[in-house]
């Protein structure tokens, strides 16, 4: 049983940063790709960030290129997602997610986790 428990969220102000963390559990972690999904109040969940098994390669949505940036602990079996200068209009629910591949794949993920919520105020 795949277990995702996302960590960081929280209140922010437009232009901070934040870090969301991602503990992992279930399979070999280092083994599969990962990523972050978001929800905004009335949307439908949209992706974020996807990592591939080793780290090395990464792709993000364009609406956050450039300010936000994936990584991954193998050893800690730990996802994070850096956001810096963020907008109002990253305010969502972040989903850490995991795939059945170890590349970085457009697929649907397998497992997600609970969600934890970024508000950034203006």
């Known amino acids: 049983q795949v277990e995702l428990v996302e960590s960081g969220g929280g209140l922010v102000q437009e232009g901070g940063s934040q870090r969301l963390s991602c503990a992992a559990s279930g399979r070999t972690f280092g083994s599969y790709a990962m990523g972050w999904f978001k929800q905004a109040p009335g949307t439908e969940r949209e992706f974020v960030a996807v990592?591939?098994?080793?780290?090395?390669?990464?792709n993000y949505a364009s609406s956050v290129k450039g300010r936000f940036t994936i990584s991954r602990d193998n050893g800690k079996s730990t996802l994070y997602l850096q956001m810096n200068s963020l907008k109002a209009e990253d305010t969502a629910v972040y989903y850490c997610?995991?795939?059945?591949?170890?590349?970085?794949?457009?697929?649907?993920?397998?497992?997600w986790g609970q969600g934890t919520q970024v508000t950034v105020s203006s």
């Open positions: 990592i591939n098994w080793n780290g090395e390669i990464a």
């Open positions: 997610v995991a795939y059945d591949v170890g590349v970085a794949t457009t697929r649907a993920p397998k497992h």
